[in-house]
């Protein structure tokens, strides 16, 4: 009998680890690998798309990511179940779960955190699979979004900061890295200092030019659209602003040089999560069947190249979606006319709407809800607009707005949600909250061999298997502490000081160097300079370039740097 035991415990302890490993055992490598985020997109969102999809086209029932669903991601960050998309897709990127706001930076530990911690690393950048992937083996970059790019998804991929909204430190981190293929929002983000910039490193800038992006044959290029965030893609002008699709399949194009040692791309949709938080459905399912378009073209380019890797999760959910309420009665026996028949009549978001009640002549607002809503506007809908600060047109004046909407529960000084909350009475769907949520997400993934993960996944083991992709298992932490070295320790033994205010971004690290010139080292950037003060004071120091760029932190007071910059600096 105990021979027996000890015989089942032995083939048990054999099988333990792969009844609940979830990643493969043996993951081939590959050339390129291709990450797609719909931001903040709940499996609810998965429904109402492919219902949206197949009201309007019958024959359509699925989704192109539909074959490649394989399992569920719990993500979360460092200290809280419900994630940040600064935090979640950075430990997609890095392995580690941070902070909420966090840019691929080490957390700050606290009496709940979820993962251990430790706490001598707080606020320390962490290397990307971006980042590992291009220094290690020459892998060309890409990031092809809607928000602003240095909103968190793409930040995340290639720049650091404990902050999220520092888009003036975080955006010249993703220049001088430099990505070699960026398409997304945030022309008035992208300093003509940075322009500059770009263009010493030879990469075309295309602002606002949609043929230019088209025509373009080079192997790098930035093209952004408007100030900030892109259009949603139902208000977007399509002779003015590309698809999602379009600029991936853009991105494929560019990036993928046989001669080149192959690339990673990031594709985000990011306005899902914006939608979501809006708890405008019609944008929720419309941004979905965009970023699937895009699916569709990234997992065209995989199948034929036989050497690409898709891997495809949100970074969280948001806004506790539902088809169906309380209100709507008999639910199960509703037909898709009463469940889907609104959704699928209106031809603008809700911020699209309010954008077209703003510009239009006064007066039209029943027209532009009939037009592009097939909404006839009810007494106190038109109220609710009339009480909207926003609201350019309206008869009310401004101090005396507030009235009647705010008893009816639809007043908001916001038009858009003025907008969004007539839409969602005429529609059957529920919403639990406007901010993030704590479900799990899906998991879709494509192999050339087959090797992709199943199961219900972590978000930490997301990034083991991305890193087993590139045969770079257990190199992120090790490339970290090299070129994310504290300034205190590279330079121990030389005179230094931080030129610059101590409340505000430094001008630069200087050293006292042995051979009495000194060695200036920028923030956010990979540049540096040597030379004698005269030679300064001349504007004729030596440039030199770093293996990669400076991140400075003003939490710790520390430049965070490579650790071979003295050598470059002997060297030179």
Known sequence: MRQRTLFLLAIFAFLYPRLWAQIPQEVKPVRNIVVMIPDGTSLATLSLARWYQRYKQPEKIHLHLDSLLCGTVLTYCS???????????????????????????????????LYPLDPKRAYQPLVTLLEAGKWKFGKRTGLVVTCEFPHATPADCSAHSYNRRKYDWIAPQMVHLPIDVMIGGGTAILTPALQQDLKAQGIPYFANDLQAMRSHRGSQMW???????????????????????????????????????????????????????????????????????????????????????????????????????????????????????????????????????????????KELFRTYASIELSADESDALYQCEEYKHSPIPQAE????????????????????????????????????????????????????????ILNTEINDYLCRLWNLQGELPRLTQKAYAP??????????????????????????????????????????????????????????????????????????????????????
């Open 79 to 113: 200290d809280a179940p419900i994630g940040d998309s600064a935090p979640t897709t950075s430990c997609y990127m890095t392995g580690i779960p941070s902070q909420s706001g966090f840019i691929s930076t080490y957390p700050v530990a606290t009496d709940h955190d």
């Open 223 to 365: 093209a952004l659209y408007t100030d900030k965030d892109m259009p949603y893609d139902l208000d977007r002008d399509p002779e003015k602003q590309p698809s999602l699709a379009e600029s991936t399949r853009k991105a494929l194009d560019l990036l993928n040089d046989p001669q080149s040692e192959g690339f990673f791309l990031l594709v985000e949709g990011s306005k899902v999560d914006w939608a979501a938080h809006a708890n405008d459905p019609v944008g929720i399912a419309t941004e979905m069947l965009a970023f699937d378009q895009a699916v569709g073209v990234a997992f065209d380019f995989a199948r034929k190249d036989g050497n690409t890797a898709l891997v495809i999760m949100p970074d969280h959910g948001n806004s506790g979606l539902s088809i169906g309420l309380q209100r709507l009665k008999n639910a199960d026996k509703q037909s898709k006319e009463v469940l889907f028949g609104q959704l699928t009549a209106i031809k603008r978001t809700a911020e699209g709407l309010a954008d077209m009640l703003n510009k239009a002549p006064k007066d039209q607002s």
């Open 401 to 456: 707005r507030k009235g009647s909407a705010a008893e009816s529960g639809l007043y908001n000084s916001s038009l858009s949600a003025v907008v969004t909350q007539i839409y969602q009475r005429h529609m059957p769907f529920g919403f639990t909250t406007h901010s993030h949520t704590g479900e799990e997400v899906f998991l879709a993934a494509y192999h050339p061999q087959g090797t992709r993960p199943t199961g219900m």
């Open 487 to 572: 300034h205190q320790e590279v330079f121990k033994g030389y005179n230094y000081r931080i030129e610059g205010k101590a409340d505000a971004t430094p001008l630069y690290l200087e050293i006292d160097l042995p051979s009495a010139q000194k060695l200036r080292i920028y923030p956010f950037t990979s540049k540096m300079e040597v030379g004698s003060l005269r030679q300064f004071k001349r504007n004729q120091a030596t440039r030199l370039q770093a293996p990669n760029n400076a991140v400075w932190v003003d939490k710790t007071q520390t430049f965070y740097l490579n650790r071979q910059v003295l050598d470059l600096v002997s060297k030179r």
